[in-house]
C-alpha cells in the first residue's frame, strides 16, 4: 500500500479513536492494531499511540472548559497519583506478561459492566452519598488506574469514569471532562520514558496524532449535546467490546 494511502488511513483511525476516547473509553483498541498492522512493532506501536492520546485529550479539554462543564478544582487533587501510577506503569511495561494484563482486565471490565447495569441512576447522576469516599482511596483508585494506563492505556478511559462517578461521585458528562485533563497530563510522562527508550515512530504518530484533534472535539460535542444516556450506552457497548477483545474472544 502507498505511503500516503497508510497516513490517510491512520489519520481516520485518529478521528475515529479519539471520538470513541473521548466519550467512554477504549478507542486505543482500534487504533494499537491499526498501528501494528501498518507495519509498527507492538511496543512502538503501544508508545506512539500517546501521541494521539495526549493530543485528543487536550482537545476536548479545551471544547469542554469553553462549554462550562470543565472544572479544574475537581482535576488537581487525582493528578498526583494518576502520574506516579502512569510512570510506574511504563516503566513496567516490559517486565509484565501482557497476556496476564489483558485477562485481568477483560474480567474486570465484565464485572463493572454489571455494576453499570445494576445501578444505572450513579451512572446517570452521579452518587447521592451524603458521605464522600474518602480522598486516599481515590488516590488509591487513581494510582492504580494510572499504572494499567502507564502500561497499555487501551480502555484506560473506562476505567476513569467508574472511578470518577463510583468513588468521585459525578455524573458521566462532567466525569468525562475531568477524565480528559488527567489522561492529557499523566500521558506527558509516560510519553516521555517511551520517547527515552526510542519507542515512537513519529511521522505515523503525528499523522494519527492530527486525526485526534478532530476526534477529540467532536466526542466532547457529543458528550454534551447528547447528555449521560447517551454516554453510558455508548460505554456499555465499548465495555462489551473491549472485555470481549481483552478475553480473546475474537
Partial sequence: MPEAAVLGLLFVVGVVAGTINV?????????LPALIFFGLPPSVANGTNRLGIIVQSLTATAAFKRQGIYEGTRFAPLLLPCCAGAIAGAMLSVDIAEDVLKLVIGVAMLVMLAVMLAKPRAWLEGRK?????????????????????????AGVGVFMLAGLVLAGGYNLVRSNAIKVALVATFTV?????FIYNDLVAWKPGLV??????????????????????FVRAVLIGVVLVSSSKLLGLW
Fill in 23 to 31: 466519550i467512554a473509553g477504549g478507542g486505543s483498541l482500534l487504533s
Fill in 129 to 153: 452519598d451524603s458521605k464522600p469516599v474518602a480522598l486516599w482511596l481515590q488516590w488509591l483508585v487513581f494510582f492504580v488506574i494510572g499504572v494499567y494506563a502507564g502500561f497499555l492505556q
Fill in 189 to 193: 510522562p509516560a510519553l516521555a520514558i
Fill in 208 to 229: 494519527y496524532a492530527a486525526g485526534s484533534v478532530f476526534g477529540g472535539y467532536l466526542g466532547s460535542r457529543l458528550t454534551v449535546s447528547w447528555g449521560p444516556k
